[in-house]
């Protein structure tokens, strides 16, 4: 009775062994399957891809993911660049239909298109990067650019000669403006008395145009000129390098990536004010991949999250400068210094004097 009980628990056990191990194995075989097939849809801004700022370094995000589930280009993902919003709609609606896993808006300026599509197309899934829909199948993607702004304005007021400053921006929408009072607040943290000159292109993909602001800048005396104007501020590269040839020092501020080779080989990029645009496509990919999809969330990725910050690349700093960054970066993680984003907060923002962490005693055995 009891060897035949024995040999009765011990087949038991074996088959719930086996069968468990046949459902995990079918588990991640389905998981598997779910990641092969998975396929991404990315409406990018008109102007394109390479464009060295912000759409460059939303692609390069995306690949970074790619390469990390060993996805393929034009099969996992794919991209479009459409001229103008109507066609912009209409690439959302394609990706739509063909029943996409997760489709993307790139740009602020397409916050109406994206909210329009996804309240018709209500079984798919939509992510917006740098902009708000709220909508329960949407996921906005924002970050905080005053903040990498701030930092950047430590820099400038820190390493100006003439105390004048230069801001070029795209478009004065609110979003660009956010980027000029963070700019403005970490200047006036310097050096209340050092001038800020704003001046706007009313476009982002005008190389030209960035090239004549910045030309009308440095000659009214700018010696350091912080562009956020997308591909139009490619133009400031060229009009500094240039006049940097001519014996003139001048610098540039890149944004949203580290366009310190855009300075190149005259070396006029003092630092970039950048977005890890890679952070939250990765974020968001991933939990949808795995069954999370963010619908109706809005993330905020700022110091704190690791999500924005000035560029590696600091060989035109100097040791003062770096200290004074990381500082004043330290401050605003902690909550000490709150960055103004709009023009009422910076009406009434103060400059915060920064104050050095607390280092942490080492506790010390006795006996």
Not at 83 to 101: E, G, M, P, R
Not at 172 to 188: L, P, Q
Not at 308 to 325: F, H, I, P, R
Request: glycine share 8%; charged share 30%; with cysteine.
């Amino acid at each position: 009775m009891g060897k035949r009980f024995f040999q009765m628990v011990s087949i038991t056990i074996l088959a719930t062994i086996t069968l468990t191990s046949c459902s995990n194995r079918n588990n991640n075989v389905t998981d598997l399957d779910k990641t092969k097939d998975f396929k991404i849809g990315f409406v990018m801004s008109k102007t394109e891809v390479n464009d060295k700022g912000f759409n460059q370094a939303v692609w390069e995000g995306v690949q970074k993911t790619g390469k990390k589930y060993k996805w393929k280009e034009n099969k996992n993902y794919v991209k479009a660049n459409p001229s103008n919003d109507k066609d912009f709609k209409k690439q959302l609606v394609k990706y739509a239909k063909k029943d996409y896993d997760l489709i993307f808006g790139v740009g602020y300026s397409y916050q109406n298109a994206i909210s329009d599509v996804a309240k018709k197309e209500k079984k798919s899934n939509f992510a917006l990067i740098d902009g708000i829909v709220e909508r329960p199948n949407v996921v906005s993607i924002t970050y905080r650019e005053e903040q990498s702004a701030f930092l950047a304005g430590i820099v400038a007021g820190m390493n100006t000669k003439s105390m004048k400053i230069g801001f070029v921006g795209g478009t004065k929408s609110t979003f660009i403006k956010r980027f000029e009072y963070g700019f403005k607040a970490g200047i006036m943290s310097i050096d209340p008395k050092i001038k800020v000159l704003t001046k706007y292109t009313n476009t982002f993909d005008q190389p030209d145009q960035g090239s004549k602001l910045a030309s009308s800048l440095y000659k009214d005396g700018v010696d350091i000129i912080f562009q956020v104007a997308g591909k139009t501020g490619l133009g400031v590269f060229s009009e500094a390098k240039k006049l940097k040839k001519s014996g003139k020092n001048v610098w540039v501020i890149g944004v949203d990536r580290d366009q310190y080779k855009e300075g190149l080989p005259e070396n006029v990029t003092l630092t970039s004010a950048i977005k890890r645009i890679d952070k939250g496509v990765d974020e968001v990919i991933t939990k949808t991949l795995k069954g999370n999809f963010q619908g109706g969330r809005i993330l905020r990725f700022g110091i704190k999250e690791n999500g924005v910050g000035l560029s590696k690349q600091n060989k035109n700093l100097n040791k003062d400068t770096k200290e004074q960054v990381q500082l004043y970066k330290d401050n605003v993680k902690s909550g000490k210094i709150e960055v103004p984003k709009t023009k009422e907060e910076f009406d009434k923002f103060a400059p915060v004097k920064p104050e050095k962490a607390e280092s942490k005693k080492k506790k010390v055995k006795i006996g």
